[in-house]
């Protein structure tokens, strides 16, 4: 087994017991002395972070949601002043207000561990040539896919998304060893190969490192086989590090999450109440080394359990499942996520009115589209037809331009979806059946 740091990786469960405690109570330290959110919810309670003697006391703490950080935007969850962060990313989670998350020169430098650690598991060393398939932006994925590379000391090439025949070039010429993109793009990849008749054994690729939105096992198993590949799932989440958050090692039997920087809980998303040990539920994140931007009990949206059984890898930390579900409408689609309430507001915008509007998302040629469906009403144009064309095209026009990729817009007949779910996920039915529907 190769481990990047053997030491905080294979620690027995007392030692990883033990400095979560240490590091939760200086993190509590930090947020009530420097983050006004938490200290006025911890007077709430009456709780001091003295009082945390124990690690069973932190589901008595107050959740944090993203509501939080939207309420608190820009700086307001920063625990550090401005001038010790050295970075700030903005992933354009939602319409009107951006979620800012900065980073401080440490939280850079572990950053860059977590995913030295992640790429190590997978198999990649310091021979290999990455090649980093996602959008640089305000996204912040590749750079933490970046830190960790460069850390083991491996050749970065951050070529960015799109064009996948500029794309097969440079793999080809550079000689890539490991693709790192979202999954469906390297099935676009694997298929402008076999369009453009090359053969994947002439390539040198031998690691796919994929995440950030939803992919089933089958679909694992058509890209480990077009491509040549051993393909891995990574988790992670822009509010807390992007990618680095928990990962697969070689058994592929759930992602290791790195317990001496993040405490996993399960909550039932409806009660809020911690779910018993193995049980599934919504995965809820505390931080325990982040100095900008720490997080107490963040509600992560993601469905999942825990498992911490013994794995055959030698790695002692938790592992959750993979995720193909979330207790709340965000839809994670090609590497950035959508609130739904914000193509609201866009709606109100522009006609003053929210119509009832429902969400279509579907797997097409191994991509996936968004449909937005708006129901005509009699407040809402019911019978103006050049304002109701108007209307398709500007919301076209805004959402494509917010999202950086084509949105297709629909108007359709009144009363469709009056009782109906706001997002209809269809790639759901790709994935393998789950125990529990907490969207139904
Ligand atoms: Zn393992």
Not at 79 to 99: W, Y
Not at 219 to 241: N, P, Q
Request: glycine letters at 6%; proline letters at 5%.
């Amino acid at each position: 087994m190769q481990c990047w740091d053997n030491k905080n990786e294979c620690m027995d469960r007392a030692e990883i017991e033990q400095l979560q405690l240490e590091r939760l109570q200086a993190t509590l330290n930090r947020v009530y002395k420097n983050v006004s959110h938490y200290r006025h919810l911890f007077r709430q309670i009456d709780f001091l972070p003295e009082d945390l003697n124990s690690l069973d006391k932190l589901s008595e703490l107050p959740l944090t949601t993203r509501q939080d950080l939207m309420d608190n935007y820009p700086y307001g969850m920063f625990a550090v002043p401005l001038r010790e962060v050295v970075r700030i990313l903005a992933p354009a989670l939602t319409l009107d207000k951006p979620m800012v998350t900065g980073f401080t020169t440490n939280d850079l430098d572990r950053w860059a561990e977590l995913m030295a650690r992640n790429l190590t598991a997978v198999g990649v060393g310091k021979d290999d040539v990455v090649q980093i398939s996602l959008n640089f932006g305000m996204v912040t994925g590749p750079f933490g896919v970046q830190l960790g590379a460069e850390r083991i000391g491996a050749s970065v090439i951050p070529v960015s998304g799109g064009n996948p025949f500029h794309q097969l070039k440079i793999m080809r010429d550079f000689r890539t060893t490991t693709l790192v993109s979202i999954p469906t793009f390297a099935m676009q990849l694997a298929r402008t190969m076999e369009s453009a008749g090359i053969d994947s054994k002439m390539l040198s690729l031998k690691y796919g490192v994929f995440g950030s939105e939803p992919w089933p096992e089958d679909m694992r198993k058509r890209l480990e086989e077009s491509l040549h590949i051993t393909a891995t799932d990574g988790y992670g989440l822009t509010e807390v590090f992007g990618p680095g958050v928990a990962w697969e090692c070689p058994e592929k039997n759930g992602l290791h999450i790195p317990e001496d920087h993040f405490i996993p809980e399960i909550i039932d998303p409806v009660s809020l109440k911690p779910q018993p040990s193995g049980m599934e539920g919504e995965l809820v994140i505390t931080t325990l080394t982040k100095e900008a931007f720490p997080l107490i009990r963040f509600r992560t949206g993601d469905i999942t359990k825990i498992d911490n059984s013994a794995c055959a890898c030698g790695r002692t930390h938790s592992r959750i499942d993979r995720i193909f579900k979330r207790s709340d409408d965000i839809i994670a689609m090609r590497g950035t996520s959508i609130i739904p309430g914000q193509i609201g507001l866009v709606l109100e915008r522009i006609n003053q009115v929210v119509p009832h509007y429902q969400l279509v998302v579907e797997r097409k040629d191994h991509q996936d589209q968004l449909l937005v469906m708006v129901e005509i009403s009699d407040r809402f144009f019911f019978d103006e037809m050049k304002k109701q064309r108007r209307f398709v095209e500007r919301l076209h026009r805004e959402l494509s331009e917010f999202l950086g990729w084509e949105v297709s817009v629909k108007l359709v007949e009144p009363g469709t979806f009056e009782h109906s779910l706001i997002v209809v996920d269809k790639r759901q039915f790709y994935f393998h059946s789950r125990d529990l529907d907490i969207t139904a």
